[in-house]
């Protein structure tokens, strides 16, 4: 059990802030660094993605827009080049059928 650095109440030793008086403790700096760090965003291969692309060319569009702003740029361009190769395949299908 720790002290208060005011008031002087027994708290815990992992309190921020006195639940008596609520001034912050000194390990209020290093909770907040601990607490408040940034977390790596696991990388996928976007594989749906891709499969989106595949069979709907325009929602595969958008699905690689979200990844490029979430920063997963790998997925984002496979989503995007298997969303164009998708869409020209469609394009030619269509042109051989008239």
Known sequence: MAYCR????EIYDESVV????????????SYQAQSYQAQPV??????AGVLVGIL????GLIVAIVYASGGN??????????????F?????ILMSLQ
């Open 42 to 47: 696991p990388q996928t291969s976007g594989g």
């Open 88 to 92: 020209v395949v469609a394009l030619i």
């Open 6 to 9: 005011k008031c002087g109440a």
């Open 18 to 29: 006195c639940p008596h008086c609520g001034v912050p403790q000194n390990n209020f700096q």
């Open 73 to 86: 740029h790998s997925a984002a361009k496979n989503t995007l080049v298997a969303s164009i190769i998708s």
């Open 56 to 59: 709907f060319p325009i929602i």
